[in-house]
């Protein structure tokens, strides 16, 4: 994997990566703007939250959704942004870019390599894993570690891009077939129908 860091993205999907058009490939039916992922992307996470609000105060009331280790774990939270994205890019075997898009509310990576659906999946909650799901249940289990619980009470609200990534991938991508990035689309192919993988 070779990571480029971009900068911030200039609302041009233009200027995004593209890879090689794949016979008979088809797009997935998604947003067809950044600005739309965002909306999409925010609605999600603020669903997320409230949901994932929920198990804490049934266990605990409202003592660990008012203490300072949650609200000092959920303002750590901003601080794996970077790292989040690292942990995508680390699912791909080539170029990886990396753009900064805070106008809308996101970070995003995009890597015009062919992978198969299970690794689009990975590649796309790995890091609401690790700074996530991990974190939230460990704080769910253990309520003296109310910073993890916060933590990753924000970071999976975080991750609502992802999530509606792998919704797309599999509700759309065909047993057998590769996916793809280019530009803010992704795309799926049946392999068998390409020549050249």
């Not at 990571?3 to 008979?24: C, E, F, I, M, W």
């Not at 959704?65 to 989040?84: K, R």
Request: aromatic share 14%; with cysteine.
């Amino acid at each position: 994997m070779k990571l480029h860091y971009q900068g911030t993205y200039d609302l041009d999907p233009d200027s995004l990566p593209v890879a090689p058009a794949r016979k008979n490939a088809v797009p997935f039916k998604e947003p067809d703007s950044t600005e739309k992922i965002a909306w999409i992307a925010n609605g999600i996470a603020l669903v997320l939250l409230v949901v994932l609000a929920v198990p804490i105060v049934l266990l605990y009331k409202t003592r660990l959704i008012f203490s300072i280790g949650f609200w000092g774990g959920a303002g750590l939270s901003i601080l794996t942004c970077f790292p989040h994205e690292i942990l995508h890019a680390l699912c791909f075997k080539d170029d990886v870019y990396l753009y900064t898009n805070w106008r809308q509310g996101m970070l995003f990576v995009i890597g015009p390599e062919t992978m198969s659906k299970g690794r689009f999946i990975f590649m796309s909650l790995l890091p609401n894993f690790v700074f996530g799901l991990l974190p939230y249940g460990l704080g769910l289990l253990f309520p003296s570690c109310s910073v993890l619980l916060g933590l990753g009470w924000c970071a999976i609200a975080m991750g609502a891009g992802d999530y509606l990534n792998v919704f797309h991938a599999l509700t759309q991508i065909p047993k057998g077939a590769k996916t793809y990035m280019s530009g803010i689309h992704s795309w799926w192919y049946m392999p068998q129908e390409n020549e050249d993988r």
